[in-house]
Nanobody, 118 residues
Framework: QVQLVESGGGLVQPGGSLRLSCATS????????MGWYRQAPGKLRELVAE?????????NYADSVKGRFTISRDNDENILYLQMNSLKPEDTAVYYC??????????WGQGTQVTVSS
């Protein structure tokens, strides 16, 4: 089983930056893809960015964050990152890390709050 622990959320002003981290432990060799999702109050959880590990690190981004957010993974430390620049109030949400294994299993982290406000 894989365990995920997010960190790095907080309060930031519009235009600012944050970097989220997702520390991964457990059966990491089975992970096929990892991603960041977010859920704002009253809205459905949505994909922000993902990295497809079994495809050599191909990345995908939601249109709303393209050019502002960057997903990356430190394979030595087993940490997934989300660098968020030029943050907007509409980026305010709880951000979740997710891992899919090769057998269809899905694991979620506990989430970290990001608030963009002046």
């Amino acid at each position: 089983q894989v365990q995920l622990v997010e960190s790095g959320g907080g309060l930031v002003q519009p235009g600012g930056s944050l970097r989220l981290s997702c520390a991964t432990s457990g059966s990491i060799f089975n992970i096929a893809r990892m991603g960041w999702y977010r859920q704002a109050p009253g809205k459905l959880r949505e994909l922000v960015a993902e990295i497809i590990i079994i495809s050599g690190g191909v990345t995908n981004y939601a249109d709303s964050v393209k050019g502002r957010f960057t997903i990356s993974r430190d394979n030595d430390e087993n940490i997934l990152y989300l660098q968020m620049n030029s943050l907007k109030p509409e980026d305010t949400a709880v951000y979740y890390c997710r891992a899919n294994n090769r057998y269809g299993g899905v694991v979620w982290g506990q989430g970290t709050q990001v608030t963009v406000s002046s």
